[in-house]
């Protein structure tokens, strides 16, 4: 059974930083797509980054790009994703995923993290 944890979320005013990480349990992930998305009341889930396992794709969503960078650590099994000059907007629950194949929408994704809340105040 794959498990992804995630941690980092938090309360933090506009124009701050904060860096989401999502440990995954199992190994064989040479070749998975880690994806974060997020979901703030009301809205449904959206896209936010995605990154193969090996680094060398990433893509972002636009209202991120510039601003949030996704990252992963093989030896530590853990991807990242430091986020900067936070705005409210960005307030929602943050999720990990991961999915054998590469991919932007959420219901593709298999593994799934527990989902950390990020509040951004004005």
């Known amino acids: 059974q794959v498990q992804l944890v995630e941690s980092g979320g938090g309360l933090v005013q506009a124009g701050g930083s904060l860096r989401l990480a999502c440990a995954v349990s199992a190994r064989a992930f040479s070749t998975y797509t880690m994806g974060w998305f997020r979901q703030a009341p009301g809205k449904e889930r959206e896209f936010v980054a995605a990154?193969?396992?090996?680094?060398?794709?990433?893509y972002y969503a636009n209202s991120v790009k510039g601003r949030f960078t996704i990252s992963r650590d093989t030896a530590k099994n853990t991807v990242y994703l430091p986020m900067n000059s936070l705005t409210p907007e960005d307030t929602a629950v943050y999720y990990c995923?991961?999915?054998?194949?590469?991919?932007?929408?959420?219901?593709?994704?298999?593994?799934w993290g527990q989902g950390p809340q990020v509040t951004v105040s004005s």
């Open positions: 995923a991961a999915d054998p194949q590469w991919g932007v929408v959420a219901d593709k994704y298999v593994y």
């Open positions: 990154i193969r396992w090996s680094g060398i794709y990433t």
